[in-house]
């Protein structure tokens, strides 16, 4: 007799691993790449842990051949990547870098010849300092320059690319970069202009579905990665459920539930007060076009329970409580279920992709020829059976995104912190695979949890 937790998932399901351009391609100068806001950051003495720089990467740019070649011989037929946007515009603007796009047309050629099926992300936090000069993201200009790379990216690839993501997580390169100042441009903004900043990201994600939508083609489908708050409630039963759904619905009202209603909230404009973005007449018609699918980003997320009347209550957590090298990615593998519950029930989406979800540790060493990483193992197969239970409860997950495929620039962590189930020896490039990748492998083999 087969026991359900054993079943397999769903036949078609996408099991994929995902990267970032500014994560891993190196050759941050190369063939008429401008400068990003990130290679500038990466300058400044103290931003970066150790004063890693994304010159070099993985030096993917000139290896993608045998990364796609290690790819396919996990069994991976599904890769999420970025594209570059100083690549294809150095200013921002203006002039059209074409070996630029000749990069991305080879590496294309190139998965195709491996049996790899891209997924692609428009903007994954690298935005050309150019723009940044001329206000970055606090400018409207920014939006419409934008708009004008992200149309002719599709134009480019149309023949090629049928998934389109518009942009990687909102809330980190606009709160965290321009209000906290961790990640680049390192700036803190007051409340109107991060409001603004929000919303212009917000007119950017719909000019790059209006993008796919004219030149993608009848098969292109599109999407938004968001990094949405996600909260487990303490205990599953309807009062802790409740105060779950509540806080989720408040912390994400500025971005999905904006989207989702087709303009902000009067909760919303009331939070903001006199600090409201401005909103242009056709915005929302842009914004809340329909797209065909929601990419959730999930890690980890603050546990929640109905305190006095009802109201959502975090629970902190106890200096015993178990996390990742990361300090902010404690453990809660049931964020793979109440992400994907909570957006499904508050939102209605009807086809959800995992894009990311992971773990970061620091020492992971080469030892005889192998990595052992039982510890990512275990995050793996302890979010993975999390999946599985939303499968099985009837929430719509087409697909799940492993971050990372390799070891590559974790931002502010620069190389120190190793998100891959790829060893990468940032000294010699050797690749390794680690226990997990083979573990990942037999995932996909076999279609179900193993
Ligand atoms: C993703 O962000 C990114 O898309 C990816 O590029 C990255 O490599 C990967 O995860 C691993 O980090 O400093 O306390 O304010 C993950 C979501 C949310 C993680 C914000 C870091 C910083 C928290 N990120 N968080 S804090």
């Known amino acids: 007799m087969s026991l359900p937790c054993n079943s397999t998932f769903p036949a078609g399901f996408i099991w994929g691993v995902a990267t970032a351009a500014a994560q891993i391609e190196g050759a941050a100068f190369t063939d008429g790449k401008g400068e990003s806001i990130w290679d500038r950051f990466a300058r400044q003495p103290g931003k970066v842990h150790g004063g890693d720089t994304l010159d070099v990467a993985c030096d993917h740019y000139h290896r993608f051949d045998e990364d796609f070649a290690l790819m396919a011989s996990l069994g991976v037929k599904h890769y999420r990547l970025s594209i570059s946007w100083p690549r294809i515009y150095p200013d921002g603007d203006g002039e059209l870098n074409q070996a630029g796009l000749d990069f991305y047309a080879r590496l294309f050629d190139a998965m195709a010849r491996h049996g790899i099926t891209p997924w692609v992300t428009l903007f994954h936090w690298d935005l050309p300092q150019a723009l940044e000069d001329r206000g970055g993201w606090r400018a409207r200009e920014t939006v419409e320059a934008f708009g004008r790379y992200a149309t002719t990216v599709v134009q480019a690839f149309a023949d090629r690319i049928e998934h389109w993501i518009t942009l990687n997580e909102i809330r980190c390169f606009t709160q965290l970069a321009y209000g906290y100042g961790l990640k680049a441009p390192g700036v803190k903004v007051d409340a109107a202009t991060l409001n603004q900043i929000y919303h212009h990201a917000l007119v950017s994600h719909g000019l790059a579905v209006q993008a796919v939508r004219q030149y993608g083609g009848p098969r292109a489908q599109v999407g938004l990665t968001d990094n949405s708050d996600v909260c487990i409630p303490v205990t599953e039963t309807p009062a802790d459920i409740?105060?779950?759904?509540?806080?989720?619905?408040?912390?994400?009202?500025?971005?999905?539930?904006?989207?989702?209603?087709?303009?902000?909230?009067?909760?919303?404009?009331?939070?903001?007060?006199?600090?409201?973005?401005?909103?242009?007449?056709?915005?929302?018609?842009?914004?809340?076009?329909?797209?065909?699918?929601?990419?959730?980003?999930?890690?980890?997320?603050?546990?929640?329970?109905?305190?006095?009347?009802?109201?959502?209550?975090?629970?902190?957590?106890?200096?015993?409580?178990?996390?990742?090298?990361?300090?902010?990615?404690?453990?809660?593998?049931?964020?793979?279920?109440?992400?994907?519950?909570?957006?499904?029930?508050?939102?209605?989406?009807?086809?959800?992709?995992?894009?990311?979800?992971?773990?970061?540790y620091n020492d992971e060493p080469v030892v005889a020829g192998e990595v052992n990483d039982l510890h990512r193992r275990e995050f793996l197969r302890a979010h993975l059976r999390e999946l599985q239970r939303a499968i099985a409860d009837g929430i719509p997950v087409d697909g799940y995104f492993l971050w990372s495929f390799m070891d590559n620039f974790e931002w502010e962590d620069g190389y120190e912190r190793r998100f891959g189930i790829v060893h990468v020896d940032f000294a010699t490039q050797q690749r390794t695979p680690k226990l997990s990748a083979h573990y990942y492998a037999a995932v996909i083999s076999a279609n179900r949890v193993v």
């Open 242 to 360: 409740a105060a779950a759904r509540e806080w989720y619905r408040r912390k994400n009202l500025h971005l999905l539930g904006a989207i989702s209603n087709g303009g902000y909230s009067d909760e919303y404009l009331e939070r903001c007060g006199k600090d409201a973005p401005k909103v242009a007449a056709d915005d929302f018609a842009l914004i809340s076009a329909p797209t065909d699918f929601l990419g959730l980003n999930l890690y980890t997320g603050p546990f929640v329970r109905a305190g006095a009347d009802g109201e959502p209550e975090e629970v902190l957590l106890p200096s015993a409580y178990p996390k990742a090298d990361s300090p902010w990615l404690h453990w809660a593998p049931q964020v793979i279920y109440w992400g994907t519950r909570l957006a499904h029930e508050t939102y209605g989406v009807k086809s959800i992709y995992i894009t990311e979800n992971g773990c970061g």
